[in-house]
């Protein structure tokens, strides 16, 4: 078996495939991870065959779909997961086969309604149902303490106690754990008793998790995150130094269009001369007879150089193919005590 456990802060996912049939799967994948779950199946001679997702999450960007997409294979989920896009939804005693390696779907909802555990051979995927010395919460949409006291104590805990448990979380370094360990030094597995396991639940009061509702949107959706969407028009433009902009200011080079696309206030406090005016807010409605000419070189900047880089993508999408966005932005320019029109 090929098995792989990538972290990401505190988010644990998995690639696991067979070396028989060089087929794999990936489990929970985190967003900022794709390039890493690819190169480790390149490594390992396997080609993902599933990307999985143990259930919605509400903590982190989850790549399912994109990867997914990006590999032309199948995104799955549960069957109650409210996500628009798996394409396999998986019930109750299903089995994913990924090459000779099964994967049995265990449904344990509690953390959420769409929960599902996934048992290998010799270890079991929990997700959130259940983490090193811990469980989920279930304080956040669609979670329910009462379901987790049955998907625990009625089901996951009651397989193979010498199962590995992978979780989709763990804050504190763990990398694995086993059924026999947890159910001996979990604390919270101490309450067998319901009403006192629910009762402890319902009282945690636990912090919400940083990013919650954009996780929750993207997750849900299948839509970008505000670091992706601005990651992928990094990757659609080329940058432009601030000393190469100085020089090209500073020498008279005229066939250089300096964009400020920030609002009419940040640019009347304080631009880098000869630049133009064009907020990103009005740019495509204005840049017909702002920018008549396609052919020329632009730069683009802002504030801190995350709208002049959306700025930049836009432009080359309308056809100013020599649009470049500024390596940094007016913030960095002044620290840097580069010339500033009107002087401060
Ligand atoms: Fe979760």
């Not at 929750?216 to 601005?230: D, E, F, I, K, Y």
Request: charge should be negative; proline fraction near 6%; aromatic fraction near 6%.
């Amino acid at each position: 078996m090929i098995f792989e456990q990538v972290a990401t802060n505190g988010c644990q996912s998995y690639l696991i495939g067979c070396s028989e049939t060089c087929a794999a799967a990936v489990i929970d994948p985190e967003v900022r991870q794709i390039e890493r779950y690819k190169a480790l199946a390149a490594q390992h001679g396997v080609r993902i065959r599933y990307v999985i997702d143990t259930h919605m999450h509400a903590d982190h960007f989850s790549a399912t779909k994109q990867l997914s997409e990006q590999l032309g294979v199948p995104a799955v989920a549960h069957r109650l997961s409210p996500a628009p896009y798996p394409d396999l939804r998986v019930d109750e005693g299903d089995v994913i086969k990924v090459g000779n390696i099964r994967l049995a779907v265990l449904h344990t909802p509690g953390h959420t309604h769409d929960a599902i555990c996934l048992v290998a051979s010799d270890r079991v995927f929990t997700g959130d149902t259940l983490l090193i010395g811990a469980t989920g919460r279930t304080d956040l949409p669609t979670g329910d303490p009462d379901e987790l006291f049955d998907s625990l104590f009625n089901k996951l805990l009651k397989l193979d106690p010498g199962l590995r448990v992978y979780p989709a979380h763990d804050y504190k370094g763990h990398r694995c754990s086993t059924i026999a360990e947890e159910l001996v030094s979990n604390p919270r597995l101490q309450k067998k008793d319901r009403g006192e396991f629910v009762e402890m639940m319902r009282t945690l009061s636990l912090s919400m998790p940083e990013h919650l509702t954009e996780a929750l949107r993207v997750n849900m959706s299948g839509g970008v995150s505000v670091a992706q969407l601005l990651t992928e028009a990094a990757a659609e433009v080329p940058f432009m130094s601030m000393d190469e902009v100085k020089a090209r200011v500073e020498g008279g080079a005229n066939e250089l269009i300096v964009l400020d696309v920030r609002e009419k206030d940040a640019f009347e406090a304080g631009h880098i001369p000869t630049a133009k005016h064009l907020p990103r807010g009005v740019l495509e409605l204005r840049v017909n007879e702002a920018l008549p000419d396609p052919t020329v070189r632009i730069v683009t900047y802002c504030e801190v150089g995350k709208i002049s880089t959306l700025a930049a993508a836009t432009l080359r999408k309308l056809g100013f193919t020599r649009a470049v966005a500024l390596d940094g932005g007016m913030k960095a320019w002044r620290e840097k005590g580069f010339p500033v029109e009107p002087a401060a």
